[in-house]
């Protein structure tokens, strides 16, 4: 039988502020193990939170920016279960009040603009983090550490509008470049700053009533939330093509291994007596709070994208590269300010981006050595012709490796074009000296053998001359001497 897949997603995103969501213990990454605790993150008697602003002011940020509503007053729950990481034996959550209603998340898939519905938005607080360090010969033994408890976080929560693993990859590719642009996270899949879990069913195509569903956990890349859904599928569609039926339960995706594993069945399904946060008053933001926020928004990624195709006329390709990154799209536009538009993206994506990856620098190292203005200048002396492409490839590599802007660089003499007819004609005709056939054939009628030699004047010039006028003289000479 034909299914069709119905997948929901639940994000988790890790907010990038300087204190945690509850206390004033630095929210860092990498700190020494329990060296950023205290009282209330360690969940003490007596021990009273009190909420952090600037993470709101980065859930409203996201919010707004995704169209949701924002409420007014929303509230603080406490979701209680036991687990070792967890010293209070609760996390701080929101539950049937959430800070952010509905929006959707637009994202771009093979060169189609689609949008994804979210059902909400909430903030809470992470836990800790346990370890079974294996190395200490005794797996009985775990430990600890909860500089990541009280962390804040935000969590996102889709409509089950997913019907392929890619379009899951497409949103949370989509969503990493949103909340790295908005800055309010870094996203790292890797590091847990943005994690996602995954609700699958499937059903016979064409049925309205939905499957039942299990719930994927631990996918810890993009790549892995593609291929452990796909795996979930399939096995829940060998499940049912034999006559099984689908168990409503937790799966874990071994990524390293592509395997799925059931962590617990519904039997284990934890009830978390959700009730409102005594210690903490309600969460009120107000109107003018809301339209500080809404006014301190940044253009938005698929906005920029798409004026970069309109405004600039860009390929929708080049849009998309250079709006992966709000760094990288500024950078291109600067260098567009001193140079045609294509001629930027060329430039950037291709020379630049390039020698960054060969070089393995971030795009801040790169703009330390080669601004944009420098790019731009260097740019703009190609398409005035006042320099080859091969020199100033090589001007570039100069400029990256030693940190010298393009103006001090071409002024080397080895980046001098080589222009004048007096210079070049020598070159020019001792090609036409040495090159009887392409020249015969030229002369009979073949007029793209002329590139064939103007490559063999450029080689003699060492790169230094400019192919539109030895193409010029070529044919001055090629002409007037037939
Ligand atoms: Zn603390």
Same mark, same amino acid.
């Given at each position: 039988m034909a299914y069709e897949a119905v997948i929901g997603l639940e994000c988790h995103i890790q907010l990038r502020t300087r204190t945690k969501m509850f206390c004033e213990c630095p929210a860092e990454f990498?700190?020494?193990?329990?060296?950023?605790?205290?009282p209330v993150c360690l969940g003490l008697p007596g021990a009273l939170p009190v909420t952090n602003k600037a993470a709101i002011d980065y859930a409203l940020r996201l919010g707004l920016a995704l169209q949701c509503e924002i409420r007014g007053e929303s509230v603080f729950a406490r979701k209680n279960y036991f687990y070792p990481d967890m010293p209070k034996n609760y996390q701080i959550t929101q539950y049937d009040r959430p800070l952010c209603d509905g929006g959707a998340l637009p994202v771009r898939i093979e060169g189609v603009d689609r949008s994804f519905t979210l059902t909400r938005i909430h903030v809470e607080e992470d836990t800790g983090k346990s370890f079974h360090p294996e190395k200490l010969g005794d797996r009985r033994i775990s430990r600890v550490d909860f500089n990541r408890a009280g962390v804040p976080l935000l969590e996102m929560v889709t409509e089950?509008?997913? *019907? &392929?693993p890619a379009e899951c990859a497409a949103f949370l590719t989509s969503l990493r470049r949103l909340v790295r642009w908005l800055d309010i996270?870094?996203?790292d899949m890797e590091k847990g700053h943005l994690r996602c879990d995954a609700n699958v069913s499937i059903r016979p195509v064409g049925a309205t009533k939905l499957g039942t569903k299990t719930e994927l956990k631990n996918l810890n890349s993009i790549k892995g939330v593609e291929r452990g859904i796909a795996a979930e599928i399939q096995r829940q569609t060998a499940l049912l093509d034999s006559g099984g039926r689908v168990e409503q339960a937790t799966l874990l995706y071994d990524a390293d291994h592509d395997k799925l594993a059931v962590?617990?069945?519904?039997? *284990? &399904?934890?009830?978390?007596?959700?009730?409102?946060?005594?210690?903490l008053p309600l969460l009120r933001v107000s109107e003018t709070w809301v339209s500080e926020a809404r006014a301190g928004l940044p253009e938005l990624p698929w906005e920029l994208e798409s004026r970069f195709v309109s405004g600039f006329g860009l390929p929708p390709y080049d849009a998309a590269v250079l709006s992966q990154d709000c760094g990288l799209a500024d950078y291109f536009e600067k260098v567009a300010g001193l140079a045609s538009a294509k001629a930027a993206s060329n430039w950037v994506m291709g020379e630049a981006l390039g020698r960054m990856n060969a070089r393995g620098w971030t795009l801040q190292e790169w703009e330390r050595r080669v601004t944009a203005v420098s790019l731009g200048e260097l740019v703009r002396r190609v398409e005035n012709k006042e320099l080859t492409g091969p020199l100033a490839k090589q001007a570039l590599d100069a400029m990256a490796d030693e940190g010298v802007d393009a103006v001090t660089v071409l002024?080397?003499?080895?980046?001098?074009?080589?222009?004048?007819a007096d210079e070049l004609l020598p070159l020019v005709r001792a090609v036409i000296e040495e090159h009887p056939g392409p020249v015969a054939q030229y002369r009979g009628?073949?007029?793209?053998?002329i590139g064939f030699l103007v490559g063999q004047v450029m080689k003699k010039s060492g790169g230094q001359a400019v192919p539109q006028v030895v193409k010029e003289l070529l044919e001055k000479e090629l002409v007037g001497k037939s």
């Open positions: 990498g700190a020494a193990a329990n060296s950023n605790v205290c089950p509008v997913f *019907h &392929a996270s870094d996203a962590m617990r069945s519904k039997e *284990h &399904a934890h009830d978390y007596r959700y009730f409102p946060e005594p210690d002024e080397r003499p080895e980046y001098q074009v080589r222009g004048g009628g073949k007029a793209a053998t």
